[in-house]
């Protein structure tokens, strides 16, 4: 029988991203920021496939978003290590933009992305980076080794993976989550690495550990 690589201890740290399962506001693609709503019955079934997907991992460390989308992502996962909120995880506040979809959007603004255009009575991309930033350093100095993991909003984490790459916040643009897929950041020798990206639910996710 081939044997998976041992996922369960790292001597350096690993931070793994889970966006939040679907809602009734991204199962239609509405910007959705600050507004407190719940997982859909699918979204819930997706974040118990994550949890699937997390099978054998030793996490040291766990951090959530205090939206409850995320919150019940989390809470379906149920990492063994507890859960700690952090009110920087939370989701861009889009402002105006709030509870709108990008094809609405452009029809006030022709071209219209939250990456090229102000977000009126919200956040910029870099003011959504200082916020991965400050949670980055957290995150570094409370795990020195092993395996922590964040859940969070789509546009946060691909801001959060940004950074966590040295590239500016605006490069998030790079990284479309979907929900309630898992992603890994880590390292290779002295750089800072994405190990996986976007990995659907339900299958465990078993990187190889290079050093």
Not at 12 to 34: A, C, F, M, N, Y
Not at 52 to 72: D, F, H, I, K, M
Request: glycine fraction near 8%; proline fraction near 5%.
């Amino acid at each position: 029988m081939t044997q998976r690589s041992d996922t369960r201890h790292t001597d350096v740290p690993q931070l793994l991203v889970i966006r939040h399962g679907q809602t009734e506001w991204s199962k239609v693609g509405k910007h959705t920021g600050r507004t407190d709503i719940p997982l859909t019955d699918v979204g819930r079934a997706e974040a118990s496939d994550a949890a699937l997907t997390l099978e054998g991992w030793n996490l040291v460390r766990a951090y959530c978003s205090p939206l409850q989308r995320a919150r019940e992502t989390a809470e379906i996962v149920s990492p063994a290590c507890g859960l700690v909120t952090d009110p920087d995880l939370v989701e861009w506040d889009y402002g105006d933009f709030e509870g709108e979809t990008t094809p609405e959007s452009r029809e006030r603004i022709p071209d219209w992305s939250v990456w090229t255009h102000e977000i009126t009575g919200g956040e910029s991309y870099d003011e959504v980076g200082e916020r991965a930033d400050r949670f980055l350093a957290r995150f570094d100095a409370e795990v020195p080794a092993g395996n922590g993991v964040v859940f969070a909003h789509g546009h946060f984490l691909a801001i959060l993976i940004a950074r966590w790459c040295g590239l500016p916040a605006v490069e998030g643009r790079r990284f479309a989550l979907a929900t309630a897929t898992v992603s890994l950041l880590g390292w290779h020798r002295e750089d800072r690495v994405i190990r996986a990206l976007n990995h659907r639910v339900g299958r465990i996710l078993d990187p190889p550990f290079r050093t």
